[in-house]
Every structure is written in structure tokens, then in C-alpha cells.
């Protein structure tokens, strides 16, 4: 069974930095894509940042300078560095993998692509 494990996060002043980790355990296929996502109270869950399995970075227009996304296959993590974080930034942080197909996934943007989800951290960002 695949599990995902969120740590990090936490509460910060505006303009302060956070950094959230991901693990992963019982993979089978490597290597996968693995992606962060974010929901807002209110507000649907929108796509972050995503490192696909072939090395390439995507990142949301609204977090693209200030976020930074980076991996450990070999240890199967997931890092996400938050710097110049805004009020806006506040949500709960979800990390998302797919299951590591020989075929990479086509729109790291889309929720569709991710079979594994972790529990959610919360950020919250004071101005």
C-alpha cells in the first residue's frame, strides 16, 4: 500500500518561508512524478507545483519565483520550499505521486494524473 506522509508547514508572518516534505513508502515503480497542491478555505484545491518523472518542473503562476519544488528519488521524498509567502498562500498543502507508469503523465497540472494523495498540511501565512 502506497502512503504518502506530509511534515512541515505551520504558521508564519508574511514575507517569512516554510518548507513542507513529502514521503513516500511501499512504492513499487520508479521513477514517478509527484506534484503539490493547495485549498484554501472556501476554494477548490488548485494545482502548486509538480516534478514529473522525466525531471521536468511546473509551477502555478502565482507561486512561480517563490516556491521551489525538488525530489529525492533514491529517497523517495518531495520537498517544497515556500520563500516571500503571502496571505494568500494560506491553505492546507496536499503532495499528490501517480503510480510510476512507463508512460509519463501529460498535465502535471491535473489532479487526474495522481493516484496517491497525502493527508493535507495546514499553512497559514499572517499579514
Known amino acids: 500500500q502506497v502512503q504518502l506522509v506530509e511534515s512541515g508547514g505551520g504558521l508564519v508572518q508574511a514575507g517569512g518561508s516554510l518548507r513542507l516534505s513529502c514521503a513516500v513508502s511501499?512504492?513499487?515503480?520508479?521513477?514517478?512524478?509527484m506534484g503539490w497542491f493547495r485549498q484554501a478555505p472556501g476554494k477548490e484545491r488548485e494545482f502548486v507545483a509538480a516534478i514529473t518523472s522525466s525531471g521536468n518542473i511546473v509551477y502555478a503562476d502565482s507561486v512561480k519565483g517563490r516556491f521551489t519544488i525538488f525530489n529525492n528519488n533514491a529517497k523517495n521524498m518531495v520537498w517544497l520550499q515556500m520563500n516571500t509567502l503571502k496571505a494568500q498562500d494560506t491553505a492546507v498543502y496536499y503532495c499528490a505521486a501517480d503510480q510510476g507508469d512507463p508512460v509519463p503523465i501529460v498535465n502535471p497540472r491535473a489532479e487526474y494524473e495522481y493516484d496517491y494523495w497525502g493527508q493535507g498540511r495546514q499553512v497559514t501565512v499572517s499579514s
Open positions: 511501499g512504492r513499487t515503480f520508479s521513477p514517478y512524478s
